[in-house]
């Protein structure tokens, strides 16, 4: 069994900064990709940034130059630094692996989401 546990979100000015992380635990041998997601009212999941294990990273255009995605494998860990937030970054944040666990087999794992609040 494998279970994503993300940090707790929080409420944040225009401007400000969060940093969220996320570790997996559970029977795993490997950790492909790790990403975050988010999902604002009323639209749908969409894709924040996300890393490879060897560290190549992607992320969505409307977060180029301010949020940093970063990863501990050693700790199964992937982190979101958000910087300058906007209103619009208002979301339920889901984290999400790729990855193989123990005996094989390999899907993706997501966690429960934690809400992001950026009040203008």
């Known amino acids: 069994q494998v279970q994503l546990v993300e940090s707790a979100g929080g409420l944040v000015q225009a401007g400000g900064s969060l940093r969220l992380s996320c570790a997996a635990s559970?029977?795993?041998?490997?950790?492909?990709?790790m990403g975050w997601y988010r999902q604002a009212p009323g639209k749908q999941r969409e894709l924040v940034a996300d890393?490879?294990?060897?560290?190549?990273?992607n992320y969505a255009d409307s977060v180029k130059g301010r949020f940093t995605i970063s990863r501990d494998n050693a700790k199964n860990t992937v982190y979101l630094q958000m910087n300058s937030l906007k209103p619009e970054d208002t979301a339920v944040y889901y984290c999400?692996?790729?990855?193989?666990?123990?005996?094989?087999?390999?899907?993706?794992?997501w966690g429960k989401g934690t809400l992001v609040t950026v009040s203008s």
């Open positions: 559970g029977s795993i041998f490997s950790i492909n990709a």
């Open positions: 999400a692996a790729d990855l193989t666990v123990l005996g094989g087999g390999s899907m993706d794992y």
């Open positions: 890393i490879t294990s060897g560290g190549n990273t």
